[in-house]
Every structure is written in C-alpha cells, then in structure tokens.
C-alpha cells in the first residue's frame, strides 16, 4: 500500500543528544514536510523540501536540520539546540491537489 | 492575529446528533480548503477537500465555504461514536504551505 512510514513510533532523548527521525514515502511525490503538533497549538511547520536536494525553513526551523538526498526520504533531526523537543512530530507529504498525506507520527519525549 | 481560527471546543454530543465545526481566516488568497480528522495518537487523514464557495457533500460530512466571509464549516450529520476525533481545518494559497487551525476534539457519546 502506499503511504507515509514514519519511524520510530516512540523516542526518548536524554538532554543534549541529537535524534534523527525517519520518514519515507511511496507516493511518488516531490514535496515532503514536517510538522510539530503540541496540545492547543495545531500543527506547526518545521521544514519543507518541494523537490531533492532542496528544502526551505518553516516556521519553528531552529533547533532542527532536515535532508533530502532522495525523492522517497526526508529525514528530520532534532539537535540539542532545540530548547523544548518534547512533541508529536508528524511527516506529510503532498498530493496533486495540493492536499497532505500524513504519517502516523512519531512522538518524542526528553528524559 | 493568526491566519486561521478554529473553534477550540471541546465538543460533547448525543450519537445522532449534528456536529458542527467551524474555522474562520484572514488571507484573502487562500484557494484551497480542507477538513483532516485526527485519531489520537495516530496522523491527520484527509475528510473533505474543496476549492470553491458552496457546499461539498460526502456520505454524512458536509463541508462549505463561504470566501466572501472568509469562514469554512463542517457538518457530521447522524454523528457515531466512531466519530470521535479531532478536526482541523487546513487552506492553501496557490503554493506549497498549508496553515490549519488548532483544532476541534469532538466527542460522541453512544
């Protein structure tokens, strides 16, 4: 089936480690992103990439790096820079119409 | 001022009953409309997509759009408890961003 994999489904940090987290996709699709979702706040954008080897900051961009070396893959990392990484972190990626498709998330907790 | 609003709920409602979500915004640009439902714990899934004022209907959800009073709705008719869930709104200008409301848990009691 295709969709949005997104690995781990949990993760927890110890304070001043850096943690990648994996999102790929078999949509065939080129542009990807990655929200933040906290309680009462929606979802906010980290980064977009809208084709390989590209990608632009969102709106919460510090603290984090992305990549995107293959159309399939956009992998997240969250440095120790960022100040509160506790969070349900959410990958998409777009369709046609310009609507998202979503993966089932990743939450991460700091110790 | 954000670019969207949402009504913030919590929404409580008697299986059967009519649930009605509602976001307003302020950019006149934006084009494209959508309704995700989010299962907690899992990622958002697109409910209803629309691009034009008037109303969208599918099955028990209807959406509308009313661009000249920058406000969008949702409407679950015949509500099941399967239902449950929260609700964003998302819209788009003729770009690559997408700015959703905060969201709208809704809670139907069997």
């Known amino acids: 089936d295709g969709g949005i994999t997104q690995s781990p489904k949990y993760l927890f940090r110890k304070e001043g480690q850096n943690v990648t987290l994996s999102c790929e996709q078999n949509?065939?699709?080129?542009?990807m992103y990655w929200y933040r979702q906290d309680p009462g706040q929606g979802l906010r954008l980290i980064y977009y990439?809208?084709?390989?080897?590209?990608?632009q900051k969102g709106d919460i961009a510090e603290g984090y790096s992305v990549s995107r070396e293959k159309k399939e893959s956009f992998p997240l990392t969250v440095t120790s820079a960022q100040k509160n990484p506790t969070a349900f972190y959410l990958c998409a990626s777009m369709g046609g119409l310009g609507e998202l498709f979503f993966g089932e998330g990743s939450r991460l907790t700091v110790l | 001022q954000k670019e969207v609003e949402q009504d913030p709920g919590p929404l409580s409602v008697p299986e059967g009953a009519i649930v009605s979500l509602n976001c307003t915004y302020s950019n006149s640009a934006f084009q494209y409309f959508m309704w995700y439902r989010q299962y907690s714990r899992k990622g958002p899934e697109l409910l209803m997509y629309t691009y034009s004022s008037g109303n969208k209907e599918d099955g028990r959800f209807t959406a509308q759009v009313d661009k000249s009073s920058k406000y969008i709705s949702l409407f679950i008719r015949d509500s099941q408890p399967s239902d449950s869930a929260t609700y964003l709104c998302?819209?788009?200008?003729?770009?690559?961003?997408?700015?959703f409301g905060a969201g709208t848990t809704v809670t139907v009691r069997a």
């Open positions: 990439s809208q084709i390989v080897n590209d990608f």
């Open positions: 949509l065939n699709h080129d542009a």
């Open positions: 998302a819209m788009k200008e003729n770009d690559y961003k997408l700015s």
